[in-house]
Nanobody, 124 residues
Framework: QVQLVESGGGLVQAGGSLRLSCAAS????????MGWFRQAPGKEREFVAA????????YYPDSVKGRFTISKDNAKNTVYLQMNSLKPEDTAVYYC?????????????????WGQGTQVTVSS
């Protein structure tokens, strides 16, 4: 059974940085795409970043491009989200997700597996 466990959230001032981690277990992930999504209070969950485990292609929406970086550690089966230049509007619960190489890595419904989420709060 696939398990995804996020960590690294917290409270940070605007302009600061955080690194989120997603530890994946339960199967070999070489054919998977790992995604990060976030949900702010009263808003729908939105795409933040994704990376294909095989090949390492990464994807970002314009809202975080240049500030966030997704990466992976094959040996540790862990995916990271480095978040720099954080803004108050980045405040949300951040979720890690996994799916077998979807055609659209930015499309939330295709992801079969989800973590429990980690809170990120950016103060102004």
């Amino acid at each position: 059974q696939v398990q995804l466990v996020e960590s690294g959230g917290g409270l940070v001032q605007a302009g600061g940085s955080l690194r989120l981690s997603c530890a994946a277990s339960g199967r070999a992930f070489s054919s998977y795409t790992m995604g990060w999504f976030r949900q702010a209070p009263g808003k729908e969950r939105e795409f933040v970043a994704a990376i294909r485990w095989s090949g390492g292609d990464s994807y970002y929406p314009d809202s975080v491009k240049g500030r966030f970086t997704i990466s992976k550690d094959n040996a540790k089966n862990t995916v990271y989200l480095q978040m720099n230049s954080l803004k108050p509007e980045d405040t949300a619960v951040y979720y890690c997700a996994a799916d077998m190489d979807p055609d659209r890595p930015d499309y939330e419904p295709v992801y079969d597996y989800w973590g429990q989420g980690t809170q990120v709060t950016v103060s102004s």
